[in-house]
């Protein structure tokens, strides 16, 4: 089954831009009045503001129609990775913010688990959440030996921080939205699969025709096409468009050209189970591309050391050891670096901390 037409862009009208500020300028109140200051606000009215924002944007800007296991993970892993981000900013006793940091990378963690990356799982908790979450601690209790100042109990300009972070987080779920938009190819996937259930020729081509009537090209067609190709020939056309307009998709190129030879042997496709086959090929190629929006592969010219690139039939190419040779060969410096600031971090603690007297014990 199709879907229904697209809606406009939540970008493209006053109206769905005004839908789409409101929940981060609730935010930005929320989080102006939970800040830490000498004489704080309610919390608890704060609080309920600020999960209003956050369940207004998702409701606004979510679009999950499929109801999956996958689609609720993820809302929560992001919802808690929010609120807990929101806690670390908020919270005047630096231990406990850095105990919601800690939520906040599990939470990402638990995103990298949807995407199916179990390294960069294990890797951000033992490297934030075990290293870096404990060094900042371990500074703290050399640091503050003799408690808390009055500076620590207040936000430094907190308009002028909140304000700019909401337009920082505004300036980017712009551009995300605007270059991102996954909706067009949802559709045209779901158009593909829906043309290759049908059972008649006929069938097929008035599914594809329909789709496109829904959803239109990207851009105009030209005079001859528009000419000599019927609503389900044009189908191809804007598919191609769309697929063009994949930002990232490392696979854009190929079926690009194959939607290219589609575009000229359509017409004379009669053939069911064919037709059926190739549709469902196309599907699966629509959809890895979707699913790679977004993804920047490595250039082919970039130097890399031969250590980092294991042969085609290598059975090493899928563990993690070609990754550790690559961070101790191209990549040892930025690692080395990332080491040496820790251990300054530690002697500046020490340091600072100095020698307890007899009194502070």
Do not use: C
């Not at 809302?75 to 919270?91: C, K, P, Y």
């Not at 703290?140 to 300009?157: N, T």
């Not at 949802?186 to 008035?206: C, K, N, P, T, Y």
Request: hydrophobic fraction near 50%; aromatic fraction near 6%.
């Amino acid at each position: 089954m199709i879907r229904e037409p697209l809606a406009a862009s939540p970008w493209s009208s006053a109206t769905a831009v005004i839908g789409v500020a409101a929940p981060l300028l609730l935010g930005m109140a929320a989080l102006y009045l939970l800040l830490p200051r000498p004489r704080p606000f309610r919390t608890l009215p704060s609080a309920l503001v600020g999960l209003g924002a956050l369940g207004w944007a998702g409701g606004t800007w979510l679009a999950l129609p499929s109801g999956s296991i996958e689609d609720v993970l993820f809302v929560g892993f992001a919802g808690l990775a929010v609120i807990a981000g929101a806690l670390l900013v908020t919270q005047a006793n630096a231990a406990r913010a850095a105990l919601a940091f800690a939520i906040v990378v599990l939470s990402s963690s638990g995103l990298f688990l949807l995407l199916a990356a179990p390294f960069l799982l294990a890797a951000t908790i033992i490297v934030y959440a075990g290293a870096i979450i404990v060094t900042f601690l371990f500074v703290l209790m050399l640091a503050q030996q003799e408690g808390w100042s009055s500076a620590d109990r207040r936000s430094r300009e907190p308009l002028l921080s909140v304000v700019a972070g909401t337009v920082l987080l505004g300036a980017l779920l712009f551009v995300a939205k605007a270059t991102y938009d996954t909706r067009p190819l949802d559709h045209l996937v779901a158009a593909l699969e829906a043309a290759a259930g049908q059972s008649s020729a006929d069938a097929i081509r008035q599914t594809l025709g329909t789709a496109y009537r829904q959803l239109g090209p990207r851009t105009p067609l030209k005079p001859e096409e528009e000419q000599r190709l019927g609503d389900d020939g044009k189908f191809f056309v804007a598919l191609r468009q769309y697929v063009q307009a994949a930002r990232g998709a490392s696979e854009r190129d190929a079926l690009d050209r194959e939607l290219e030879v589609m575009e000229f042997e359509w017409r004379e496709l009669e053939h069911v189970p064919l037709m059926q086959g190739r549709l469902k090929e196309l599907a699966r190629a629509v959809a890895r591309v979707r699913d790679g929006m977004g993804t920047v592969p490595l250039p082919a010219e970039v130097p890399r050391s031969p250590l980092s690139l294991p042969a085609p039939g290598d059975p090493e190419r899928e563990t993690v050891a070609p990754l550790g040779r690559a961070l101790l060969t191209d990549f040892l410096l930025p690692i080395e670096l990332g080491g040496a600031l820790l251990l300054v971090a530690t002697v500046g603690a020490v340091v600072i901390a100095g020698r307890r007297t007899e009194g502070a014990r």
